[in-house]
C-alpha cells in the first residue's frame, strides 16, 4: 500500500531525501473517488518517474454548490488499492485547516478564460481550482505533475497560471479516458441512477455527432439533459450537462 502522509512538514522531509537521490518526483493531484482514468495519470507518472506522489484532498474552495461538495464520494481505502495497483509511492491526503491555514484570506485569480465555458456557470470554480493546484504545486515540488484533457479548461487555465507565476513543475495533460459506450470517466457517474446512467452515453455521442453547437444543444435536450453550454472553439466542441443533480463535462476533437 502507499505510504499516506498528512502533513506538509512530512513530505518535505521525504521530499528533500528524493531530491538529494536525484530522484524525479510526479504528481498527481485528485479528490479521491478515483476510477481508471485517474488510474491512466499514475502509470504515466510512473513511466516517467521514479517517486510517485498522488494527493486526495476535496477542495471546498471550488464548490460552488454545498450539495455538491457534501456528496463528493470519499473513500480512502478503495482509493489506496487502486493505487497501489497502479505502484503509487505516497499519497498526501491533508486535512482543510492543513492546506487552508489562513482560511480563504488569499487566493489565485484569473480574469479571463476562467470566466468562460465551465467558469460562467460555476462562479469562482476556477479560483479555487487554480488556488488549491497552486498550493499543492508547491508543496509537492515535483518535476511533472499529470492532468486530464476531461477537465480541459481546467488544464488550460493550470498551464497558464504555471507559464505566469514561472512555477518549474511540467504540466503534463493525459488523453480522456471513456467507458465502453463512450461516457467519459468520472467521479460524478457514480452518482447517476440506472436511468441516468443509460442515458449518459448519448451525452458524447450528441457532442461527436451533431452538425453544430446549436443543433448539439438541441438533441441533447430532447434527449432529457438540462444543457449548461455546448461550444465549439479551437476545434474542439465542449459540453457541461445536467442528468439530475450530477453534472457532466466533456469535450471532443472537431
Ligand atoms: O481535477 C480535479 O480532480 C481537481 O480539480 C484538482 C485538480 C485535484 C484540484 O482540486
Known sequence: ?????????????????HKA????????????????????????????????????????TQFDDAWDFNHYPRMLDQDCA???????????????????????????????????????????????????????????????????????????????????????TEIVPCPIIREADGLAMSSRNARLSPQERALAPSFNRILRTALDAASARQELEAAGFGVDYVEDRESHRFGAVKLGNTRLIDNVAL
Request: contains cysteine; proline residues 5%.
Open 1 to 17: 500500500m502507499p505510504q499516506i502522509i498528512h502533513s506538509i512538514a512530512e513530505w518535505r522531509t521525504l521530499l528533500a531525501g
Open 21 to 60: 537521490a536525484g530522484r524525479r518526483v510526479g504528481f498527481v493531484p485528485t479528490m479521491g473517488a478515483l476510477h481508471e482514468g485517474h488510474a491512466t495519470l499514475f502509470a504515466a507518472a510512473r513511466r516517467d518517474c521514479e517517486v510517485v506522489l498522488a494527493s486526495v484532498f476535496v477542495n471546498p
Open 82 to 168: 487502486l493505487m497501489d495497483r497502479e505502484r503509487v509511492d505516497l499519497v498526501f491526503a491533508p486535512s482543510v485547516s492543513e492546506m487552508y491555514p489562513n482560511g480563504t484570506r488569499y487566493a489565485v485569480v484569473e480574469r479571463e478564460l476562467s470566466r468562460e465555458l465551465c467558469g460562467a456557470h460555476r462562479p469562482g470554480h476556477f479560483d479555487g481550482v487554480l488556488t488549491v493546484v497552486m498550493k499543492l504545486l508547491m508543496i509537492a515540488g515535483a518535476d511533472r505533475a499529470y492532468f486530464g484533457e476531461k477537465d480541459y479548461q481546467q488544464l488550460q487555465l493550470v498551464r497558464g497560471m504555471c507559464e505566469a507565476f514561472f512555477l518549474p
